[in-house]
């Protein structure tokens, strides 16, 4: 019997993106059923979306939209057609792992393929096939993700993967790389970092392995499941011909303008992440080294000044001693940090 892939998108307040992605998708991956959830938006995001919908029934197999507990008693996810769009509509928010990790509970039994997939990214051709293909043809691979450029300029790449590193960062290939792939005719390049902008997951790894942790409200949840992947020996690949463009932090960014708040989100959530991973001593050690290289990198690679360095890792210290979980109120209190 032939494989299923069903896409995930995640909605927060941003219903122009999603909209926009949404649309980009019902192109490109017609043999996939699309899942769009939004996570409670206190805006008028669930109404737009749903005449959006409306507008565009014709371009879809099916269009249905379910409140959260209706979706859960929904029996008739394994007749699907292809090419159809499930909207769900959640009570509160859940986060960007709770909000995957809800839809693929409730459809695991009808999926082989997982695609989760950033409301403010476009697909530009059928990504979900090309990426399926590979995991099919390749067992020892249980992850999958592609080349990601720029919303704009969409030549210039943005990320396709990366290493994770010792310290308990990571290293996107750059531009450089991707030359170097395509030179040598290299379309399946082998990482051990994938972004949860664009992540395709099998069925048979969340059912042994479990699904994204949910330790974090919001972000690094692509960081944890690569360490589990690395720890397991599942390896990731990602597929240079399938191609996305990417705007880039849109959900962080209707929350809190600030350029410094996402990265103080980013680095107290890698930290308390890790806490999970490490025994108490070695984190205090680790953590400390952690906030120095992280420091570097923000003064020299991105520019900061000191202090506004300073601000940034104090920030992250303060949140990150005090917490095992980055709940959404602690998440909220640091981008209020910022304003």
Not at 183 to 191: F, L, P
Request: proline residues 1%; positive net charge.
């Amino acid at each position: 019997m032939e494989s299923k892939d069903a896409i995930l998108v995640i909605n927060y307040k941003n219903f122009n993106d999603t909209i926009e992605c949404l649309s980009s998708l019902i192109d490109n991956c017609k043999t996939s059923t699309i899942f769009i959830l939004d996570n409670a938006s206190p805006n008028e995001s669930c109404e737009v979306i749903q005449n959006w919908l409306d507008k565009n029934k014709n371009r879809v197999s099916e269009q249905l939209t379910f409140k959260e507990q209706e979706f859960i008693e929904f029996s008739r996810i394994a007749s699907l057609p292809s090419n159809s769009i499930v909207f769900i509509k959640t009570n509160n928010n859940m986060g960007f792992a709770g909000g995957n990790n809800f839809i693929i509970k409730n459809i695991l039994n009808y999926y082989d393929y997982f695609l989760l997939f950033n409301n403010d990214a476009i697909c530009l051709n059928n990504i979900a096939v090309k990426m399926k293909s590979f995991l099919e043809e390749n067992k020892e691979y249980g992850m999958a993700t592609c080349r990601i450029n720029h919303y704009s300029p969409k030549e210039k790449l943005q990320q396709m993967g990366g290493e994770l590193l010792w310290y308990g960062h990571f290293k996107r290939y750059d531009e450089k790389f991707l030359a170097n792939c395509i030179n040598k005719g290299i379309n399946n390049v082998d990482v051990t970092f994938a972004s949860g902008c664009v992540m395709m997951l099998k069925k048979e790894n969340l059912i042994k392995h479990g699904l994204l942790s949910e330790t974090i409200f919001f972000g690094e949840e692509d960081v944890d499941l690569c360490l589990r992947y690395k720890k397991l020996g599942i390896k990731i690949v990602s597929v240079l011909d399938a191609v996305v463009l990417h705007k880039g932090g849109a959900a962080q960014q209707t929350v809190n303008e600030s350029k410094d708040a996402p990265y103080a989100t980013s680095i107290t959530a890698r930290a308390i992440m890790l806490k999970h991973r490490y025994n108490k001593v070695y984190w205090h050690f680790w953590f400390y080294f952690f906030t120095f290289m992280m420091s570097v990198n923000i003064m020299v690679r991105r520019g900061y000044g000191w202090k506004r360095t300073a601000k940034i890792m104090q920030v992250t210290k303060k949140y990150t001693k005090k917490n095992n979980h980055m709940t959404r109120d602690t998440y909220l209190s640091i981008m209020n940090e910022f304003k």
